[in-house]
Every structure is written in C-alpha cells, then in structure tokens.
C-alpha cells in the first residue's frame, strides 16, 4: 500500500487516507494470519513547494471544470 504523508495530504484530492491516519489500525493488520502474501506500506512525500507554481483548482466531483 503507498500511502501519503500528513503534510502531502492536503495537496491531494478529498479523501485519500494518509499514513497517520490508519497507523492506529496497524495492530489490527498485524493480528490477521496471512497464509500467502504480505502487506508492504511505503509513505511518500514532497520534497518541497513551490509558490511560483499555480495551484490545481478543485472541482466537485473529480472532472468538474468550476
């Protein structure tokens, strides 16, 4: 599972988990027998903003143009 991180999250659209916010169920994961497989989490983030660069305008739904 990639994941952001807390700081990138508000540069993403609505509703993307983040690290942070689904640590607290990682013992839950932990406790769950896989037979096959496993669960990998990697957390990316920004390396830096910058200001010079125009913002992506939201929408309401994903595509709207206003």
Sequence with gaps: MVLPSR???PYLTDRIGNYEELE???DV???VRIEE???AIFV???DLLDNNVPKITKGTD???LI
Excluded: C, Q
């Design 7 to 9: 700081k990138l999250y």
């Design 24 to 26: 607290p169920y990682f």
């Design 44 to 46: 990316i983030e920004h």
């Design 62 to 64: 994903g595509r709207a």
């Design 37 to 39: 497989g496993f669960l």
């Design 29 to 31: 994961w932990r406790a």
